[in-house]
Each structure stands twice: as C-alpha cells, then as structure tokens.
C-alpha cells in the first residue's frame, strides 16, 4: 500500500486502520461468494499493468454455464492457474477413431520381425493402436461441454472430437472466470454444463505476459513462454530453495534465469539482486521444461537438458493472438508418395488422426519437442528406404523454407499409423502404412498467428 503523500502520522495510522476493517469485513463475503481471495488481491505489481487492446486480446475470454443454470463470463484460466491465453493448447484424449472404418481390418494389424543377434527367428502380430491424445489451441476451438462420461470438443470449423472425460484432460481441473458482477470465481468441472469461447472483451486491467527467449544448445527460441508449461504473466511466482532457506520470485520481477546444474539455476532480478535457487519443481531435474511460443514453429516445449538460459524481454505490450486470428481450420490436402514411386492426391489424414490445418505435427529434435500446426508444414521427407525408425531423421520443411531435422519419434515414429488419401474428391480412400510412405508435400493454406 502506497502511503507517500499522506500528510501526518496520525492521517497514515488512520486511513491504514480503515483499511485492515474494510478488508475483514469483505474476506468473509468473497469466500460466501465461492470466489478465490488469493487472485482477487494479488501483490503490487513492479511494472504498470497494461491496458491497450492489444494487451488484453490474447487472454482467454468466454462464458460458463453451470449446471444450476448460472452464467459466469470474463477472463478465464484453466486450473486456476495453468492455461491463460488463446495460444495455450487444451488436451485430452481420444478412445475412438472413426478414420479406422476407412482401413480395411487386416491392415489394422502389424507383422514385425522378432531378432536375435540381427537374425531374425519369428514375426510378432500386433493391432494397431489407434488411441490418441489430443491437442487443439484454445483460439481454435468453439465450445467444451461434458456429457457422462465424455467430453466433447467443438472446433471453430465444426468438427466434433469426443475425449473420454476421466483421462487426463485440462478440463478436470476446473475453470477461474473473472466475472464483473460475481468477482473471481473458480468452477469445479463438476458444476460446469457448457464453456463457449468469445472474442476477449476490453478488460481494465491485466497482468504482463512472460516474453523472452531461451537459448540451448540447438538454438534459440523466442516468443511468449511458459516456465515449467504453467508460469505465463508477471504475477505467477518462482519457487526454490536457497542456502538461507525458502523463496518465491514474482516472474516479472525476473530478468533471467540461467541453468546452473542438474538441480540449480542463477536467477537475476531486474533490480540486479542475484540468487541460486534448487531443490523444486520449477528448478532441476523436476522441471517439465519451458514452452516457447515461437512463430517461426508454432510452440516448442525445451526441456530442462537442453535449457541454457532464458532471458525475459522488456514489456511486451501485447498478450499475444486474438481469438479472431485464429481462423477455422481447413481440411488438409496433398500428394502422398510412396516408396514404390506411386503418387496419390486428394483430401489426407495423417497418422489416422490429423485431418486439419489447426492440428499439429508432434516430434523431438535434441530435447526440444516441436508441435508445429499443420497449416505451417510443407513436406515432410522420410529416410530412405530403411524408413523412419528409431535414431534415424525426417526433414520437416516450412512453407518459411526453412528445414528441420526431427527424430522419427512421436508423429513421425512406428507408432504411426498411417495415411487416408480421398482421391478425387471421392467418399472412399487409399491406405498407405507408414512404412510404405516416402514423402508428404501439403498444399499451403491461409495461416494466421
């Protein structure tokens, strides 16, 4: 509380009783009010919190009904505080996959060799696992509603994904809406009947989004980040453990955080203090890794091996996409090559899963894992004829020119399932297995972030 300025001893002691009443009073009503007292009276803020609209747009915004018939709508974060901007991506998990009825049933399991010594002694039979999880931008999606035991997802191009509710999904762990009329109020997936994603409203004010770039040894990243793949604005707080005990750093009091050890790191204040901090999650080997928004490819998650060194940028000034600067997603389209030199052309479905723009293209490259939204994705050319196996290499190449070299793991490993070519235009489709494809080039679409 900002005392400069008041005249006299007595006025100070006067007012600041005024205060301590005022906030005993109205403790008890927010906690009847269901409403979270912590983020209603966050600490001060070492920088002003930013107002423009381009500060506000990329915060998540919609409205959430309850069971009980009520309407909360705001600003939102997933899990009180986790997922917070319209770039933030949702997951779940898919138990069905209607793309199977297009495989014929004896394609959908697989014969590998079982070796010893490199010779090989008998063959494994083994069904496909057409399981997957999912993954979609908040700024792509409509709207989430529960249903007994299913979730179910509508994209903005009205394609419906149904998530078993009970798998790991951010949904279980609630929603916070800062609401005009009811305050803050954080809703148990259990009270809530629907979440219908708006357009962001003009907002009073907001919190600094975390920005800078991480740098490890295969590059630098740059963009907005996610400390731990949960920290995002200025007010979440850095824990770890000193040698003089416990401490809890502001991020936007942070001006870098550096790798230290295996379990350390040399945290620089802007202010020019210095700290080694250890012994947490959000240090060492605990930690999840950093996500960097970072244009160029969508996100990347940079895991704690490969971190060198983050360093936050000044104000920013904006938050990031709106949630209009995520257009609908569009079908994906290309030309499908084989190892036999066929080419086939038409409507695709990668890994009998994507189907869209908006969906993404998951794989490693050196502890960095990639998740590079279809849209940006302009070929993707596999090893040569040995195919795409384990410590071997894909080259992903942008519709920016650029090519990545990423390991043929995750989207790209044996565990794909394979390519739906529509022909044509046609209803019905070719099958080609993983290892019969040589190369994908996708048609370019209209991607805006």
Known sequence: MRRAGIAGGAAALLLFALVV????????????????TDAAASPAVPRSPATSAAAHRGFLYGRVTTRSGTAYEGRLRFGGDEEAFWGDYFNGFKEENPWAAEVPPERLTESRPVTVLGVEITRRERKLNLGRPFMARFGDIRRVAPSGRELLVTLKSGTGFVLNRFDADDFADGVRV???????VDLDERRIRTIDFLPTADLETVPDRLHGTVRTPHGSFTGFVQWDRQSSIGSDEFRGRTADGELS????????IAHDSDDSAQVTLRDGGAFVLSGTRHVGRGNR????????????????????????????????PAYDDFPAGQP???????????????RLVFDLDESETTETLDAPAGDVDYTIP???????????????????????????????ELECAGDLGEGNAGMLIFTDGGDSAEYVRWLDVERI?????DVRR
């Open 21 to 36: 009443a005022l906030g005993l009073v109205a403790v008890p009503l927010l906690r009847d009010l269901d409403v979270d």
């Open 178 to 184: 800062w609401d005009d009329e009811h305050g803050v």
């Open 249 to 256: 750093l502001r991020f936007d009091a942070i001006r870098t």
């Open 289 to 320: 890794g950093v996500y960097v928004d970072d244009r160029r490819y969508g996100r990347v998650l940079v895991s704690w091996e490969a971190f060198d060194r983050l360093d936050f940028s000044d104000a920013v000034g904006e938050s990031g």
């Open 332 to 346: 994906l389209s290309g030309t499908v090559t084989t190892r036999t030199g066929s080419s086939l052309t038409g």
């Open 374 to 404: 279809f849209g940006l994705v302009a070929s993707i050319a596999l090893p040569g004829q040995e195919g795409c196996g384990d410590g071997r290499h894909a080259g992903v190449t942008l519709h920016s020119g650029e090519t990545l």
């Open 441 to 445: 080039d996708l048609e370019p679409v």
